[in-house]
């Protein structure tokens, strides 16, 4: 008993372990915060700045991401299925294996945006931005999964 307690004493000291808290309410969530697992299922961030963010593996189904800026943040194995992503900024965003069905991608920016093997059976929206995206086995919005190397567009 002894020795567990010391170890875990010198971890805390050292700063390997660490207690992660997912946020409440969409107002705890800041720009550059990692938020990794947690469930903000409904939250409302519209028209925040959320660079760099990492949502790596959250729930944030039914969320609303209107007018976010959030270039560079982590959505990799999120579910954001039914989030309206009206007019919002995520360039160089990492979508990978994440699901976006059913999402509102009006007027979005995902220029540069790794969305391989991401699931976006039904999303829709005009001027939507892919250009130079990564849609590498990306399941489309009308159910076809792309092609291997598929660039900007679902070939």
Do not use: E
Request: with cysteine; aromatic share 10%; proline share 2%.
């Amino acid at each position: 008993m002894k020795i567990y307690i010391i170890t875990f004493a010198v971890l805390l000291l050292t700063g390997c372990a660490s207690i992660k808290t997912c946020p409440t309410y969409p107002q705890d969530i800041s720009k550059g915060g990692d938020y990794t697992g947690c469930n903000m299922k409904n939250f409302d961030l519209s028209n925040r700045d959320l660079t760099s963010t990492n949502f790596s593996q959250s729930i944030l189904d039914n969320a609303n991401f209107s007018g976010v800026i959030a270039p560079f943040s982590n959505f990799n194995n999120a579910s954001l299925r039914n989030v309206n992503f009206l007019k919002s900024n995520v360039q160089q965003s990492d979508f990978s294996n994440s699901s976006l069905t059913n999402s509102n991608l009006t007027s979005a920016d995902f220029r540069g945006a790794n969305l391989t093997n991401a699931d976006l059976y039904k999303a829709g929206g005009k001027g939507v931005l892919f250009f130079g995206a990564n849609l590498n086995h990306t399941k489309w919005v009308n159910g076809k999964t792309c092609d291997n190397n598929s660039l900007s567009v679902c070939r």
